[in-house]
């Protein structure tokens, strides 16, 4: 997991704020997040062998951030320090459904470097990769880059979230073998609003003519959408009581990955990544609502 790393503080809600309006919220923690970091912790406590490169800040939310990723299982001797940026911060509310606001400040996250990047790659030789959009996009390119020249049977995986001011490239998407978007990120990378099936599909088909190999977009309630150039099919979600959706998609993401590392089908993964997912909602906190592996259902852990 190349990508990033952010401490997350919460306030809960009864509703969120009117543009204006000040509230009294109900109560405040603080927790390990970021998009990079949330996805390697996943993978971690289900189990799989990961390691995380990102760039924190010389301070004390770091060393917060980096003893998470390990209690989780996650290899961080690839982590990199700078003095020029604090560690990534992000302000969330969250309501009683358990819908959130976030604003995300990157910080040290944007001090990743593209050869730091190629040194935890030559370094730990991974068989799937995974990268997003809370880092600086030249790092993704040059992972892209010595993916397509050390191809050999990797899997590179691109959560394209969240949006940012640049699109990728298509030499980048073209080495992509899964993107993972929301219907938000749908939107962005293709310029259809996805609001029924026909719009999906062709925003899939554009997302496919950029020469991914394959789309998995999620779509929240209703599940996966998982899209090659042979197959399209809809996956669909397990029911659940939603405490807090903060890090679902990560979740998601970090299941997903696990599954295909497994030798699971996109679908199947998608599948497995679903009831993952799901169960991440029951919880608070973007890694600690997190399940292990034995926490989740017996159909979960059935597809493995």
Known sequence: MIGSAV??????????????ESRVGK?????????GA??????????????????????????????????????VSAAARTDEASTGAAIICIDESGQNQIVVTLGSNLKLTPDQAISSLDQFNPAVILVQN?????????????????????LLIYNPAPEI???????FLAVVDLITPNEHELAWLTGVDVVDQASLDLAVDRVLATGVLGVCATLGEK???????????????????????????????GGL?????????????????????????TKPGAQSGQPTFNELPREAQALL
């Open 7 to 20: 401490m997350d503080y919460v306030a809960y809600v009864d509703r969120f704020p009117k543009p204006g």
């Open 27 to 35: 109560s405040f923690s603080a927790f390990c997040g970021g998009k």
């Open 38 to 75: 949330n996805q390697a912790s996943m993978i971690g406590k289900l189990g799989g062998e990961v390691a995380f490169c990102g760039c924190f800040g010389n301070d004390a939310a770091a060393e917060t951030l980096l003893a998470g990723l390990a209690a989780s299982g996650v290899d």
């Open 134 to 154: 809370e880092i600086d996009p030249l790092v993704n390119l040059a992972v892209g880059e010595w993916v397509r020249d050390n191809r050999e049977d990797r």
């Open 165 to 171: 001011s640049t699109r990728p490239n298509t030499e």
């Open 223 to 253: 599940g996966a959408y998982v899209a090659t150039r042979t197959s399209r099919e809809l996956v669909p979600a397990p029911k659940v009581q939603a405490v807090d959706t903060v890090g679902a998609g990560d979740a998601f993401n």
């Open 257 to 281: 990955s696990f599954g295909l590392s497994r030798g699971l089908s996109p679908a199947v993964a998608a599948s497995f990544a679903n009831y993952v997912a799901a169960q991440s909602v």
